[in-house]
């Protein structure tokens, strides 16, 4: 069992910054690989970004490499978001989710474990 908590979400200006995280209970963080989700008002949950276990493989949904940078602490049980040169589309809840097994993966159905989401508004 994993239960994930996410904070750092809040307002900011078009082209700032915001560094989600996302603390892990449980002593097999490691072994599990990790997403970030966000979910807009209306539209579907879809992957922003993955991690493996190890932090060596990681995943950018196209609309945010470059700016956005996932990685994570496993001697913390800790994931991080760190997303730079915001846009108002980035504008959605944003989800840490946990996937049993330590290879990356970037379908929601493939994990197991969610936080409850924290907001992120980017004003243009």
């Known amino acids: 069992q994993v239960q994930l908590v996410e904070s750092g979400g809040g307002l900011v200006q078009a082209g700032g910054s915001l560094r989600l995280s996302c603390a892990a209970s449980?002593?097999?963080?490691?072994?599990?690989?990790m997403g970030w989700f966000r979910q807009a008002p209306g539209k579907e949950r879809d992957v922003v970004t993955a991690?493996?276990?190890?932090?060596?493989?990681?995943y950018y949904t196209d609309s945010v490499k470059g700016r956005f940078t996932i990685s994570r602490d496993n001697a913390k049980n800790m994931v991080y978001l760190q997303m730079n040169s915001l846009k108002p589309e980035d504008t959605a809840v944003y989800y840490c989710?946990?996937?049993?097994?330590?290879?990356?993966?970037?379908?929601?159905?493939?994990?197991?474990?969610w936080g409850q989401g924290t907001q992120v508004t980017v004003s243009s």
């Open positions: 449980g002593r097999t963080f490691s072994t599990y690989a």
């Open positions: 991690i493996n276990w190890s932090g060596s493989n990681t």
């Open positions: 989710a946990a996937g049993a097994g330590s290879w990356l993966r970037i379908k929601k159905d493939e994990y197991n474990y």
